[in-house]
């Protein structure tokens, strides 16, 4: 009877110590923040967030409210201050510059990852960056908005959705997410950036070989001038590569996750 006790008590141990580690290894995870960019919203990272949730990830998918690099920044900022522990910042397009500079004010932020995003330099803003190689049809595409206080919104015009920023997306799904794009300020995508913080944190990129927003050719140079850890080309894919591309983009995010 004493041995069943003892056997039964070691198994019990064994057990306990196998939560332990379970839930440290938990602990350990870094916490993935996701930042959208223009013409998109937090619903993009859907399927990712559920692909990383199967790895043992917590992801946020942030409201960036696309009115400044800096305003937006601080209030990704915000977000990070709040998490315990080591977080990895993910930018989709316009969602690049603002990690960039949310990153130089928090010190909890082990890795940059850019999905087809802007990773700027001092002085450089989306819209020099955009022009730097030929390719982008997105001007054309663009429906402004005049605001109140002589602003600018810009959207997608709807008819033009699917084509410019998610050829590879199903029909129903762009008419969707056309319908709930969020605008960015005109003057956002105009604004300089600050420091780069892709120049001391390591730094991931993944594009689709297809984006209209963003030609390949400015992602490729971003990416070579990083010196990014990891580069992901996906063939054929659009902007929207979070939405057509999701087992991709959460692959990359977990090696940013895992890196030493």
């Known amino acids: 009877m004493r041995k069943v006790i003892k056997i039964l008590a070691l198994a019990a141990a064994f057990a306990l110590s ?38 043992g990830y917590t992801s946020i998918a942030a409201a960036n409210p696309l009115r400044s690099v800096a305003s937006d920044a601080a209030s990704i900022a915000a977000i990070v201050r709040s998490v315990e522990g080591p977080v990895i910042l993910v930018g989709h397009s316009y969602g690049g510059p603002v990690i960039t500079e949310a990153a130089n004010s928090v010190s909890n932020v082990k890795a940059l990852v850019y999905v087809a995003g802007f990773a700027p330099d001092k002085g450089e803003s989306s819209l020099t960056l955009s022009g730097k190689f030929p390719g982008s049809t997105l001007g054309s595409a663009l429906l402004p908005v005049q605001l109140p206080d002589g602003g600018t919104d810009l959207y997608i015009q709807p008819a033009k959705f699917q084509l410019q920023f998610a050829a590879d ?57 990083a010196k990014a850890q990891k580069t992901v080309v996906v063939n054929g894919a659009s902007h929207a590569l979070m939405v057509s591309h999701p087992d991709a983009v959460a692959s990359i995010i977990e090696a940013a996750a895992a890196a030493r």
């Open 18 to 55: 196998g939560g332990a580690i379970a839930a440290a290894d938990a602990k350990t995870k870094p916490t993935i923040i996701l930042v959208h960019g223009a013409f998109a919203e937090s619903s993009s990272w859907n399927a990712v967030i559920e692909k990383l949730g199967r790895a």
């Open 169 to 225: 997306v199903s029909e129903e799904q762009a008419r969707l997410m056309a319908a709930t794009q969020r605008p960015v300020a005109q003057a956002a995508l105009t604004e300089a950036s600050g420091i780069a913080a892709w120049k001391t944190l390591p730094s991931y990129m993944i594009y689709g070989s297809e984006d209209r927003n963003i030609p390949p050719a400015v992602l490729r140079f971003m990416a070579d001038r």
